[in-house]
């Protein structure tokens, strides 16, 4: 045997194949899994995986991929923003009192890991924030007067048509003459607009922070029910309440 030719280390080169599959196994199907938390400590493991967690594609993907709920934004007695994790070991933001914002706000409504808050100066805009890596936007100042305490509800649904994180924003708002209006901001067309729909009812106030949305359809508790929006129509419809005997 010439001892100037080594033998090929077939052992050691199994090994290398089964790490860096192993490693590309977890890096393409386990961390878009993972919360935002356990992301950033992920970060530290390589260049490569620092990376990719970085990238708009992967934070695209893990917003479709991992939809537990981590905790729940609340306003302290205090009268700052908080998070309550479900899990402090896995969940967390890095700024729960969100002072990453121009100025203190009240959250108002969030969806899918956006949140909606409201400044308190006089001018009182909307922020629409991912408390998860801090980006922020101001929204430009709506047609309407929506009041002290807006029945504001947040729409956005991630999904892997949705690339561009597009959301919608629904407000309901009394007017001079007493019937309720509709005033609607979509993100790709970065402005508000006021539905044609118009709810008459002297007797029905929909009620602040009751609002959800759930396939399309906003809906809020009323005085007199359950009032709801469908944003692809823009038609409001009232559900009288079912009482039981």
Known sequence: MDRGNKAPNLYGNKKSRIYMDLKGIIRENALPYLPAKSLFRCAGVCRGWRFQIS????????????????????????????????????????????????????????????????????????????PANKQSKELPKPDGDHGPDPAVVLVFEPSIMNFTANYKLVCPFPSELGEYKFEVYSSDRGSWRTSGEIRFDDNEKLLPKTGVHVNGIVYWLSTRGVTSFDLNSELCRLSLPIWRT
């Open 55 to 130: 990238t708009a594609f992967f934070a695209h993907n893990q917003s479709n991929s991992f939809r537990g709920i981590s905790g729940f934004f609340f306003q302290s007695l205090a009268g700052m923003p908080a998070f309550m994790s479900l899990d402090p070991r896995a969940y967390g933001v890095p700024d729960p009192s969100l002072t990453f914002l121009p100025e203190p706000v009240d959250v108002r409504t969030s969806c899918n890991g956006l949140l909606c808050c409201q400044g308190r100066t006089p001018y009182r805009p909307y922020y629409i924030c991912n």
